[in-house]
């Protein structure tokens, strides 16, 4: 066979010498065009035409140019294919006789090849075929139970199309076993090894036995860089980060990955190239974190092996958190806020959101919105109805709930959201319930989801919400302490969870926020929001069938009946093999995700000695040998229905392919084309103008024309409008009564003071609001009780004022009708637990010294939240409780004392009638709004020795 490949051509002829017809082409031309056409014969009246005839010899026609070189063209088609025209021609390698041995890497690394590989397998069969020599076939990727032995080129080439490769690795050692065994039963005299190109644990093993026996060994390497794969993926804060790898650095390329989600839908795509001698590269999808959740599926473009494919699944996935707190946001400071430790611990795998807003009633619907799969309330106490039951339905649907106790939950007499009914109060050291010492944390049980993790040794907790012990409190415990009193506990609602950890979640019950344990713990917590199906996972083990694999190309189909159900660990130790390829083990709602690489991929190429220095290398063919000789008889065909038509269309015999009618028809169509495409044009550019014009305005960018935001300009004083004339207007006097004083004896100089309407005023202008409370005012309702949850969450004071220094609110019977009629204001907000102001609190120091706070009455008590601490201290010279009581409630009937008329003299009388009283009832007005606008500093160590001298201590 003599072949044109020295000029590049992959062409060859079996009988070349056919091809000296082609000579021959020339003496064609030369009686061709002496040969005319039959001329076409018209009829005509005889008589008339016989008369004009003019009698003189003719020169014969001779054949137009093109019906000469369509001949000419049959002539050598033929020609060319009497030579046998073979089209991509292998050479025979193989040589010697006897049996051959066929080692085939099968494993994931072959599928971008493995086309190519069964090319050139069929053509090794051929040949051994052709020198009548039976194979010995030997796969790679097989397990144990692959049988040697051998079997005519006929029948193996028969069964070439039955070959499949795996998503697994290779096993060399295994391989090694069965080439020793076939070397000992049958003798190969050739060894051709096909191989994907890797080294693996094993080769020098196989390598040894593949050159034990043969006198021929032929290896076959892949031509090209498709064998790049894809490192364990990482969901970080901020993007999706991985790594790629290469077997072959020796060229840079580009690659592009897909990220699709569970549809197949493409989600993103990038780029990366791989520069000249680098064998790895890092790779960043940098976009919204609820689209990355969405990602199950990351593919290298173009590669087709199990190793460029990625799976992911919940483990993966960030989880978005969000977050509320019942504390002040002015208390936020970073080492005391509750939720400091919360996001600290939660940030390196999950994904924290916060509501814009404080008010709860707005907050939840707008994380729950957002797609968050867990909210934590940090000492959040009383829920609105509203709120509670949009809570208790986003976890019947699959939400987890997770809840920290505090001084608001210890203090609000509540049974809803929480896994456990809990006692009123709370345990702590020196307490009712008390203890003689802080408390450890004791071995986590099988049943729990911490199991697995050591109790740590100095975590101790020094208060607690106590549960109320019932049948069912044991299996609702995840973790207690020593003495057995549960520290969380959590219960199953539909398809969510409620837990709750009996500890603050900061620094102020237990130091365990501030511990390595907390972080898995919440990690371990928030976990449990997955699909329902991994509540199991706590389990040591968990056997999962299969769902979808991958098949040796990377793609995913449904499993084989060989494949065994996926037992993983918390370790996920499982490594895949030809029972558990890689893919989706589980069910569709929820599944656990197996990949070929996890971690440090590593790709070494196979050496090229691999079978000895003598033997050949090739590489693997393109495409199979392909005879052209039916090709070029089909064409000779063709050219001759051509020439009958040619010769019948020049006979007149085709009447109706006249030119005039096709050019007709031509311009026809050519105009009708056109009219469609003008008004296509006409019809979108309308539209793609009015698009440009168009300019999208968000809600965010219309501002209310009416909304007013005078308040903001200057610092006023706010009462609440109750509806009552002689309250509202007593409220007023008092307040620019006390607006005068401050104005006269502080730099503070307010504005006139302001009512406000609750229900729909903005109350975020005024750092303190007054309330007087009367039995003939309205009830607020529960939206207008969540907008005042909010304000004062957000830094602002309300000062409720009962007016009733006779029953006396909480201090006395408790039973006057304005007491009552607060307490029923306070049911429905999220309060701390209160105290009379302690002698050391910053508000008997904030400007004036005081000792006590009467308004036009004397003898009630001021009460504000209770400041706790970790350890309580009476060596303080001022309680360094942080930021300010959200909440003062007194029954002195403050803006009676400060009420002023408009000569400016006092409208009330003072009870008992003691002109100092009102002197000192505006004063409590001073330090009220002193305390109210700049918090605790008179806290700070800098005004201890003024405050000592002052004291006279």
């Not at 065994?181 to 094993?202: H, I, M, T, W």
């Not at 709750?500 to 990690?523: K, Q, Y």
């Not at 004392?897 to 409208?907: H, L, V």
Request: hydrophobic share 45%; with cysteine; glycine share 6%.
């Amino acid at each position: 066979m003599i072949g044109l490949s020295a000029l590049g051509i992959p062409l060859a002829f079996a009988f070349p010498w056919a091809l000296l017809a082609l000579l021959s082409l020339p003496v064609i031309w030369w009686l061709l065009r002496l040969t005319p056409p039959r001329p076409a014969r018209e009829p005509f009246p005889p008589t008339k035409i016989l008369s004009e005839l003019a009698n003189h010899e003719e020169t014969p026609a001779r054949s137009p140019w093109w019906l000469t070189l369509l001949r000419l063209m049959m002539a050598a088609l033929i020609i060319i294919a009497m030579a046998l025209p073979v089209w991509n021609p292998q050479n025979s390698s193989l040589k010697g006789e006897g049996p051959m041995m066929l080692v085939v890497d099968n494993g994931w690394a072959s599928g971008s090849e493995w086309d190519q590989l069964l090319v050139t397998a069929g053509t090794i069969i051929d040949q051994a075929q052709a020198s009548d020599r039976q194979i010995i076939t030997i796969f790679t990727a097989r397990d144990a139970r692959q049988k040697i032995e051998v079997a005519p080129a006929t029948e193996l080439k028969n069964n070439l199309s039955s070959w499949i490769n795996f998503p697994n690795e290779p096993d060399y050692l295994l391989t090694a076993k069965k080439v020793a065994e076939a070397n000992r039963l049958y003798s190969p005299s050739s060894v051709v090894f096909l191989s994907e190109g890797l080294d693996y644990q094993g080769s020098d093993e196989l390598s040894a036995r593949l050159q034990e026996r043969a006198a021929q060994n032929i290896l076959y390497l892949p031509d090209g860089d498709n064998t790049i794969v894809i490192d364990k993926l990482r969901n970080e804060p901020d993007a999706m980060s991985g790594k790629i790898v290469r077997a072959n650095s020796s060229d840079p390329i580009t690659v592009g990955l897909v990220a699709l989600d569970l549809n197949g839908v493409s989600i993103t795509r990038k780029l990366v190239t791989f520069g000249a001698g680098e064998k790895s590269i890092d790779f960043r999808f940098e976009i919204p974190v609820e689209l990355r959740n969405d990602i199950v599926r990351v593919v290298i473009d173009g590669i087709e092996n199990a190793g460029a494919v990625q799976l992911l699944d919940e483990s993966n996935r960030r989880r978005l958190v969000g977050l509320i707190s019942g504390e002040k946001y002015d208390n936020a400071q970073p080492l005391l806020s509750p939720l400091n430790y919360i996001s600290s611990a939660l940030e390196p795998f999950s994904d924290i959101r916060r509501a814009s807003d404080a008010n709860v009633v707005m907050a939840v619907p707008e994380l729950i919105t957002s797609g968050v799969s867990t909210i934590v309330l940090a000492d959040v106490g009383v829920l609105p109805p509203q709120t509670s039951n949009r809570l208790q339905e986003w976890v019947n649907k699959g939400g987890m709930l997770i809840r920290f106790a505090g001084p608001r939950l210890a203090a609000a007499q509540t049974t809803t959201l929480l896994p456990v009914r809990l006692r009123l109060g709370n345990r702590n050291i020196g307490g009712a319930l008390s203890w003689e010492e802080p408390k450890p944390v004791a071995e986590f049980e099988i049943t729990s989801p911490f199991f697995g993790l050591e109790p740590p040794q100095d975590v101790f907790v020094s208060r607690q919400v106590l549960a109320i012990q019932e049948g069912d409190l044991a299996n609702k415990t995840w973790a207690r302490l020593t003495d057995g009193t549960p520290l969380v506990t959590a219960s199953r609602n539909g398809n969510g969870w409620i837990v709750l950890f009996h500890v603050s979640s900061d620094a102020s019950w237990s130091n365990l926020p501030i511990s390595g344990t907390f972080v898995e713990m919440l990690r371990r917590v928030v976990n449990q929001s997955r699909s329902s199906f991994t509540a199991a996972t706590t389990e040591a083990s968990l056997a999962l069938p299969p769902l979808r694999l991958l098949n040796g190309k990377g793609q995913l189909s449904p499993p084989g009946v060989e494949v065994k159900p996926a037992i993983f660990d918390d370790q996920n130790n499982l490594k895949v093999s030809l029972e558990n390829p890689p893919g989706f083990y589980g069910t569709p709602d929820g599944f656990r995700a197996l990949n070929l690489f996890n971690a440090d991929a590593k790709l070494d190429q196979l050496p090229k000695d691999f079978l000895g220095e003598n033997s050949i290398l090739a590489k693997y063919a393109k495409e199979q040998s392909l005879s052209l000789k039916p090709w070029a008889l089909f064409s000779v065909a063709l050219l001759l229905i051509l020439d009958c038509l040619a010769v019948l269309w020049m006979a007149g015999q085709l009447r109706f392919l006249k030119p005039a009618s096709r050019s007709a028809n031509a311009a026809k169509v050519s105009t009708a084309l056109a009219v469609i495409v003008a008004a296509g044009l006409f019809a979108v550019i309308p539209n793609i103008t009015q698009a440009q014009q168009a300019t999208p305005q968000t809600q965010a960018d219309v501002i209310d024309p009416d909304f007013d935001f005078s308040p903001a300009l200057r610092t006023r004083l706010a009462y609440v409008i109750t509806g009552v004339a002689e309250i509202d207007e007593t409220s007023e006097a008092g307040l620019r009564g006390l607006t005068k004083f401050l104005t006269e004896r502080t730099a503070i100089e307010p504005g006139e003071p302001i009512g406000v309407d609750i229900s729909k005023d903005e109350l975020a202008f005024y750092p303190m609001i007054y309330w007087p409370i009367d039995t003939a005012s309205n009830l607020p309702d529960q939206q207008t009780m969540a907008r005042i949850d909010a304000y004062m969450k957000q830094g602002g004071s309300v000062l409720f004022d009962t007016r009733d220094r006779v029953s006396g609110l909480l201090g006395g019977t408790s039973s006057s009708p304005q007491a009552l009629h607060l307490q029923q204001i306070l049911a429905s907000l999220d309060i701390p637990p209160l105290e009379p102001v302690p002698q050391d609190h910053v508000l008997t120091k904030s400007f004036f010294i005081l000792a006590q706070f009467p308004g036009r009455y004397s003898g009630g008590e001021l009460w504000v939240e209770r400041q706790f601490d970790a350890v309580e201290r009476s060596d303080r010279p001022v309680r360094a409780g942080d930021g300010v009581s959200s909440i003062l409630i007194t029954s002195n009937d403050l803006a009676g004392a400060w009420a002023i008329d408009s000569q400016n003299r006092p409208m009330f009388p003072i009870v008992p009638p003691d002109p100092i009283q009102r002197e000192i009832a505006f004063r409590v007005g001073v330090n009220l709004v002193m305390y109210a606008m700049t918090g605790n500093y008179k806290s700070d160590q800098v005004h201890i020795p003024a405050l000592l001298q002052r004291l006279g201590q």
